[in-house]
C-alpha cells in the first residue's frame, strides 16, 4: 500500500484555511494543537490529504464509507498528543499482525476509550507502553471490544510499518 503512494502537491497553507479542520479535530480528541506560530503545509497522500505542522505529518483528512470527511491524527501526531481520546489497546499478541497491518481482532483488544463506538475512527495502541501503532475504523462500540472474543474489532487504515511512520 504505502509503496505506490507518495507525497504529491505540498504546499503552504494559511492558518485560516486549517483552522476549521484543527479545531474539528481538537474537540473531537479533546487536545490542543497549539500551532501558534507554526510553519503549516497541505500535501495530498494517496487518497488522503495531510497536514503538516513545521514540516512533521501531524494530521490526515479521509472519507469514511458514507462520504463523510473525517479528520484525525496521524501516528506522529497521536506520539505528541498521548492523551487523546478515541484509543483502543492492545496485548503484545496482536502487535505482530498490526505490524503487518492486518486488521485487528478483538481476542487481542484489553481496553478501549468509553466514548469509542462503531464506525470511529480510531487509535491503536499497546497496552504497556501506550505508544501508538496503528489508525483504523471501529467496528463495535468499546463495551463490545473489550467483551468479545471472537472477530474483527479494527478495520486497520495506517500502521506503523507504513513509510509515513518514517518519513520527517
Known amino acids: 500500500m504505502a509503496n505506490e503512494w507518495s507525497i504529491r502537491k505540498r504546499r503552504p497553507v494559511r492558518r485560516k484555511n486549517i483552522a476549521p479542520l484543527l479545531k474539528e479535530l481538537?474537540?473531537?480528541?479533546?487536545?490542543?494543537?497549539?500551532?501558534?506560530?507554526?510553519?503549516?503545509?497541505?500535501a495530498?497522500?494517496?487518497?488522503?490529504?495531510?497536514?503538516?505542522v513545521d514540516r512533521t505529518p501531524i494530521v490526515i483528512e479521509l472519507v469514511d464509507d458514507d462520504g463523510q470527511r473525517c479528520v484525525f491524527l496521524t501516528l506522529r501526531g497521536f506520539l505528541q498528543h498521548m492523551d487523546a481520546m478515541k484509543w483502543v489497546e492492545v496485548d503484545h499478541g496482536a502487535i505482530p499482525f498490526l505490524m503487518n497491518g492486518a486488521d485487528c481482532m478483538v481476542a487481542g483488544v484489553h481496553?478501549?476509550?468509553p466514548s469509542v463506538e462503531s464506525g470511529d475512527l480510531v487509535w491503536i495502541r499497546d497496552m504497556t507502553?501506550?505508544?501508538?501503532?496503528?489508525?483504523?475504523w471501529a467496528l463495535n462500540g468499546a463495551a463490545d471490544l473489550t467483551s468479545a472474543t471472537k472477530g474483527k474489532g479494527i478495520k486497520t487504515l495506517h500502521w506503523v510499518g507504513d513509510e509515513l511512520w518514517e518519513m520527517e
Open 44 to 52: 495530498e497522500y494517496g487518497p488522503w490529504t495531510m497536514g503538516f
Open 129 to 136: 507502553h501506550k505508544r501508538p501503532l496503528a489508525l483504523g
Open 26 to 42: 481538537e474537540s473531537d480528541l479533546s487536545i490542543d494543537l497549539n500551532v501558534d506560530g507554526a510553519f503549516l503545509e497541505m
Open 111 to 113: 481496553d478501549a476509550e
